[in-house]
């Protein structure tokens, strides 16, 4: 077994798991203002499902063309440093959104997005591995849980936006002042992980790790599709008013938040495995309700059992990479992360395709096939 080097504590421990779920909390407003407010650019530009689709494709080639320099970058200067830079670029990139004008701008601005976005899951990731080696007890979940919850403020923020008719632009200033006030004070309370020999930048992932990444990759599916098309999907499926086409993402997020709050109790009493088995059948179960059923008390239901199902996969399979016996943690957490936020970014394209093909409706359903890829693959590997 490989051996990390040891943690050094210069601030203390309470410090920096607030810092650190600070950091997870502006990341997840900034995602979530973007998604709260994709139905408005659609309709504002004009573009069709299947137009979104292929605009959408901008943020994974952005998250490509990030990983070698993201890679790099940690082992030089230390997830600290790259985090704190990475999210100001973050949710200065989210206001270029607001400011596109037309597709070319946008599909930069979306490139730009997803690059900084993965830089930003790659380092406050690795703060959460190092955070939880100090704390020595599963943790994982509950920083997720902040992103979720940022999350769920943040759909509520463009709720309100929405019925408000305030536009884009304005909104993501907005949230743009709070992300940099907020990077601002946490940033003097991370860790500082820089090491003299991190190890190669480049390390290929054994058959254990690959596996979780797949699982994490199915998961992250369901859970990008949750940000990118539940809105439109309740505008044009569900057809709910203008001021309620918000409250499907609002419901997902507040049971996907929740969810991974009481994550680590319920992996501790009933196991890895049962827990993804659990987390999938929820996932394909809540979105064959959403395709059965588009009304919206009973779209809502779906909703919630995804956000649910999707709640725990993540940080679940991000402990268990930072466990791994053959690679260091941050190495570990790394590769599984990068598989698995592959299929949040490609999955809200893929479905915008499909759309334009066939309905809506109908990539949903391969979305919920998903959710039992899941349970199969939890229950074929060796966790």
């Given at each position: 077994?490989i051996?990390?080097?040891a ?10 798991r607030i810092?650190?779920?600070?950091m ?13 407010r994709?139905?408005?650019v ?15 494709f ?8 990030s ?18 830079s ?13 400011l ?5 701008q ?25 955070t ?14 902040l992103?979720s ?9 463009g ?19 709070v992300?940099f ?17 991190s190890?190669p930048v ?6 254990s ?6 699982i994490?990759f ?31 993402f ?9 969810g ?26 809540g979105?064959?309700i ?25 940080p ?8 791994s ?10 590769a ?5 936020f ?5 999955g809200p ?5 499909i ?29």
């Open positions: 077994m051996n990390a080097p943690v050094p504590i210069s601030t203390s421990k309470k410090a920096l810092a650190v779920g600070a997870f909390f502006m990341a997840g407003l900034s995602f979530s203002s973007w998604a709260s994709i139905a408005t659609q309709q504002n530009m004009g573009l069709s499902d299947a137009a979104l689709g292929a605009v959408l901008s943020l994974p080639v952005g998250l490509m063309c990983l070698p320099f993201s890679g790099w970058v940690i082992t030089k200067i230390g997830s600290r440093k790259l985090l704190i990475a999210l100001l670029v973050y949710a200065t990139a989210l206001v270029t959104l607001g596109a004008q037309n597709t070319f946008l599909i930069i601005c979306l490139v730009c997005f997803g690059f900084s976005s993965n830089a930003v899951n790659i380092s406050v990731n690795t703060q959460a591995v190092a939880e080696e100090i704390y020595k007890k599963p943790i994982m979940a509950s920083f997720h849980g992103w919850l940022a999350g769920f403020v943040g759909a509520g923020i709720t309100y936006m929405i019925g408000n008719n305030i536009d884009p632009f304005h909104h993501f200033l907005v949230m743009m002042a992300i006030t907020g990077v601002i004070i946490a940033a003097r309370y991370l860790k500082d992980d820089k090491v003299a020999n190890g480049f390390v290929m992932p054994d058959s790790l690959i596996k979780l990444g797949v994490a199915c998961s992250m599916i369901c859970e990008g599709a949750m940000f990118d098309w539940s809105v439109i999907y309740f505008k044009k499926v569900v057809l709910a008013p203008t001021a309620m086409v918000g409250l499907g609002t419901t997902f997020m507040f049971t996907m938040a929740g991974r709050f009481v994550a680590d109790w319920f992996a501790a009493k009933f196991g890895l495995k049962r827990t993804l088995q659990v987390s999938g059948s929820l996932t394909a179960i979105l064959l959403a395709v059965a059923f588009p009304y919206i008390y009973t779209a809502m239901a779906g909703f919630l059992l995804v956000g649910a199902g999707v709640s725990s996969v993540v679940m399979v991000f402990s268990a990479a930072g466990k016996k053959t690679m260091l943690p941050g190495v570990a957490l790394a599984v992360s990068t598989i698995g592959l299929g949040f970014l490609v394209p893929v479905i915008g395709f759309a334009g093909i066939a309905t809506l409706r109908a990539s949903f359903v391969l979305i919920a096939l998903m959710g039992v890829s899941v349970v199969v693959v939890s229950t074929k590997a060796k966790i």
